[in-house]
């Protein structure tokens, strides 16, 4: 039997502050997400920093080389993608005739199993770009402010980038002097934990995405798509956004098969080519290349994609689990707070069997977790 008494004030407090906190992301998420975003990059680049303070090399200096670095690796990305693109523009007349083809076969398919007749779903059509063409110059209006938005975002994630990694220390110190004495070394614990946490995620993530790009560049090849390598990359940064992104690529990837006038082998072979390595991705190059550094249950990581997407969108898709990987390390640390870490950590001696196989085939390294 239960003899504690919960304390209804004390209840309505800790529900009043989860409001407090889940308002002011929500309120504040232009301001949060480009600091949450280059906080986890800054953590991803301490160590590069080190490598070149200790080759003489000021923190200042080090820092811009860190950035600079960041904007090489994007810069690589982005033209590896355009050169991709220019082929696949060369085609945008045949592809636009296919889709065209692909429309008109599906008018008719309703026309004979609905009953709506070509001519009145072409009325129905007209009447719908008719009445979407008024507010053209809204919209274009709108995305000139969401392109703006974002390359404001991107430079203010690289100035606190570099600020981040330029006052690290004093930053620390910050943190540790606001605690008290008795628990400095356990908030200098936190730190350091955290720290490693989000470098071997993002590090292994990176390694993960580069992989994915060869295996699904291999794959797609092989299935005789056009431009693989454009799909493969695609499908590889798309790998940023945990199960919604891979489902993502590959959909894409379908619907350019389609329109270029690939048969239902090709799309069978594509559909292939995804379950094999999501198979791969899943029992070996997870387990090995990012690891179990974010110990987090499969449900509170579906939980935090949910939660972050209604209040950052996109961009909390992708900091979700980092993010939830941080709170844990705090739960585990804060002994109030112990069985909260242990209800969103993930069970021990719960691994499918073939993934304790993979993981014994490449020896003693790959059975630490």
């Not at 703006?148 to 930053?171: G, K, Q, T």
């Not at 299935?223 to 590889?236: P, R």
């Not at 006038?261 to 387990?287: C, R």
Request: net charge positive; hydrophobic share 55%; charged share 15%.
């Amino acid at each position: 039997m239960f003899t504690a008494t919960p304390s209804l004030s004390k209840s309505i407090s800790i529900l009043f502050f989860a409001f407090l906190v889940i308002s002011g992301m929500y309120f504040g998420r232009e301001f949060l997400i480009p600091i949450a975003i280059a906080s986890l990059l800054a953590m991803l680049f301490v160590p590069l920093s080190r490598w070149f303070e200790l080759r003489g090399i000021g923190r200042t200096l080090a820092s811009l080389l860190c950035v600079l670095t960041l904007l090489a690796g994007i810069a690589g990305v982005i033209t590896l993608l355009s050169w991709q693109a220019s082929d696949i523009s060369n085609d945008l007349s045949q592809i636009g005739e296919r889709l065209s083809q692909i429309g008109n076969d599906l008018r008719q398919f309703i026309a004979r199993n609905v009953g709506i007749s070509a001519e009145k779903q072409k009325e129905w059509m007209d009447k719908q770009s008719v009445a979407g063409s008024g507010p053209s110059m809204g919209t274009a209006g709108t995305i000139l402010s969401s392109a703006m938005s974002i390359l404001v975002d991107c430079i203010l994630v690289l100035v606190y980038l570099f600020l981040f990694i330029c006052s690290r220390a004093h930053l620390k110190k910050f943190v540790l002097t606001i605690v008290p004495s008795s628990e400095a070394k356990e908030a200098d614990q936190i730190i350091n934990d955290a720290g490693k946490m989000a470098q071997r995620y993002i590090s292994g993530m990176s390694m993960m995405i580069v992989m994915l790009w060869i295996l699904y560049g291999i794959g797609f090849s092989i299935a005789g798509v056009e431009n693989a390598l454009f799909f493969a990359v695609l499908c590889g940064i798309l790998e940023i956004i945990p199960f919604i992104g891979n489902i993502t690529g590959t959909a894409l990837t379908i619907l350019m098969v389609i329109s270029q006038g690939g048969d239902n082998s090709m799309i069978l072979a594509v559909l292939g080519t995804y379950a094999i390595i999501q198979f791969m991705q899943t029992y070996i190059l997870e387990p090995l290349v990012v690891g179990s550094e974010v110990n987090i249950s499969p449900l509170f990581t579906i939980l935090a994609l949910v939660f972050f997407e209604l209040v950052w969108s996109i961009p909390g898709m992708i900091l979700a689990i980092p993010m939830l990987g941080i709170v844990k390390i705090l739960c585990d640390h804060i002994k109030p707070l112990k069985p909260y870490g242990l209800l969103i950590g993930r069970e021990k001696n719960r691994d499918p069997r073939i993934f304790m196989a993979v993981k014994s085939w490449f020896g003693p390294a790959a059975k630490k977790k």
